[in-house]
């Protein structure tokens, strides 16, 4: 029996509780040191953790606050992406497709819009006033305050004549409303320096303007390739005077569709089919758009019948005639329609 004496440690081996393979392994000695590693190894972790941390929020922030679309034109747009997964907008009306700029400016959608013949034609059918006889192109009746310019300090006459007249074009005055005793004197008291103006001064004045007018719109004609128009004879009830009016209608530069009236004039009896050819030509010369017209529109009178036909005559000199002149002469619907009711 061998009996071990206490001092005697030479056969036993206490084995050490950290190992020195371990990465947290340090003496005795060192164990100051290894406490500081171990807790610089720990900040130095949490110290990333943050990082990224902050990187995926600063991510998710960049992508809260991408720009939100403002432009109108998105009312007008749908966003898809092609079968290479590009973005590209497509618009609403005339489905055209755009590719999406690096920059992201929309400009090119807006002059889009500008021209899209679908929208415009939408526009104009919701649009009434479009549709209706348009004024002369001064203000209306409805003027905005703001439009007027101010007050110089010096008081025009002749630029006052101006507005008169106008003001009583607009609102279909007699010449005479100028004449009246309580306007001169509510005008001369807006202003001292005010003198009366005559009814043939202000007569002279409204041709005034109507010839400025008359100029510009035949500049506007020389834009305009086709025009049609449309023709109406009647009755007055009174003197038994025979009037004819012209009017020109024609598409504009923008898709919109514009009318005006062309002339209005007394056909003396008999109101022949040559006669309303010879006041039809002599309407298209003055305005310069003989050789414009597609299509005339009549009602089924017999004297329009012969009125187209010489009127045909006239217009061959100076063109040629779509389908030789067979979609020239364009039956009032309307008239038919009531000739229908009332036979």
Known sequence: MNIE????????HTPSVVDSTSPIFCSREDTSECK??????SINKEVDNI?????????????KSKRSKTSQVWKHFEESKDQDGLIQFFCKHCKHVFKKPSSGATSHLGRHLKSCSVKLRADALENKDSLTQSHISFPTSSVDSLSVPAFSGKFDMEKVKIEVAKWIMIHEYAFSAVEDEWYNVMMKMANPEWMPISRAMIRNQCVKIYESEKKNLKNEFKYVNKMSITT???????????YLVITGHWIDQNWRLQKRVLNFVEV??????????????RCLEDWGIEG????????????????????KVFIRSKKKLLCDGSLFHVRCCAHIRRLFIYT
């Open 5 to 12: 004496t206490p001092g005697d440690t030479s056969s036993h």
């Open 36 to 41: 500081m590693d171990y807790v610089d190894s």
């Open 51 to 63: 990082e990224n941390t902050d990187a995926i929020a600063t991510n998710d922030d960049v992508q």
């Open 232 to 242: 109406d004879c009647w009755k007055s009830k009174n003197k038994k005077i025979e």
């Open 268 to 281: 003396p009896p008999p109101r022949r089919g040559v006669d309303i050819a010879n006041v039809i030509w």
């Open 292 to 311: 414009k017209i597609h299509t005339v529109s009549v009602d089924n009178a017999s004297a329009n019948d012969s009125a187209i036909e010489n009127l």
